[in-house]
């Protein structure tokens, strides 16, 4: 078997065989459109051949300038300083600072605006915590989120961005930004590929003053945050800082002060 693959000194110890496989690479820890790479039957291990043409032994990279990174395998349990995903194998790496290697292609900008519409910034929270996202996908998540400090929104790194010419599967969504909403800006968010739109873009035209939030806990209204006095949150105990709360219903003046509480929320006498 050995005589038929290929050493790839780089990437495994082992000798290699020419596969396609469309499956997450050990690699980047990503799929890919295309299905050519290689595969290590003694280690299950499976790379991109994309990640192996592209792969160097070391690299000067902006998100750490001085000093350069050298490509080391087998390291698990480790995670990416960039986006606080969990390293499937491989890594640029200095000293305690490791990227991935999608990341050292594509790394995530620290802030998403748009030059065109005035939407709020999303910020890339590093620190590794966890959230429920607030795009279409509404997942858990544990990693670096991305945050609209100004709503209190959370979200998957991918779920709000993704760098131009990246191919993906068919079956993965794209993002695409929406224009203006009459009354609140909004962030970028999912379309999938038959145009639909989600039932919510990215939790933000759910936010028209006067509109009704369902949730697991309960229905909420929407209601603009505006008094000089700024009300307590119901579940977290804190001053709600955000323009937009929710208040809870059958009460005067009890509100919740972002999804997060929102979902976290039991009803206490």
């Known amino acids: ?5 290929v050493l790839l000194r ?11 496989d469309l499956r997450i690479g050990d690699c980047c820890g990503r799929f890919e459109a ?17 990640c192996v043409d592209e792969a160097s032994e070391s690299i000067e990279h902006p998100s750490h300038p ?4 050298q490509l080391l395998s087998k390291q698990k349990y480790r995670y990416c300083n960039l986006c606080g995903r969990d390293i499937k194998d491989l890594c640029y790496h200095f000293g305690n600072f490791d990227v991935d290697l999608y990341c050292a292609k594509y790394p995530p900008p620290e802030v998403i605006e748009s030059s065109e519409t005035p939407c709020h910034k999303l910020t890339l929270i590093k620190e590794k915590i966890e959230f429920y996202c607030d795009a279409r996908c509404g997942k858990p998540g544990f990693g670096f989120p ?3 400090l100004e709503c209190g929104l959370t979200f998957h790194i ?19 930004e929406v224009k203006n909403h009459s009354c609140h800006s909004l962030h970028p968010l999912k379309l999938d590929l038959t145009g639909q739109l989600p039932d919510y873009s990215d939790g933000k035209c759910r936010l028209m003053p006067g509109s009704v ?3 697991a806990t309960g229905s909420y209204e929407v209601v603009l945050n505006k008094n000089v006095s700024r009300p307590f949150c119901r579940q977290c105990k804190s001053h709600c800082m955000y323009p937009i709360i929710y208040k809870i219903p059958e009460t005067s003046d009890s ?6 509480c929102i979902k976290r929320f039991t009803k206490r006498d």
Do not use: Q
């Open 10 to 20: 780089l990437i495994h110890e082992h000798s290699m065989i020419p596969c396609n």
């Open 66 to 69: 001085a000093h350069t990174l």
């Open 158 to 176: 991918d779920c709000v961005w993704d760098p131009s010419g990246v191919k993906h599967l068919p079956e993965v969504i794209h993002p695409v």
């Open 1 to 5: 078997m050995d005589s038929e693959g």
């Open 146 to 148: 991305y945050k609209c």
């Open 255 to 260: 509100y919740l002060c972002s999804d997060i």
């Open 34 to 50: 295309t299905s050519d790479g290689y595969y290590c039957k003694t280690c299950d291990f499976f790379v991109h051949k994309k």
């Open 213 to 215: 939030v369902k949730a």
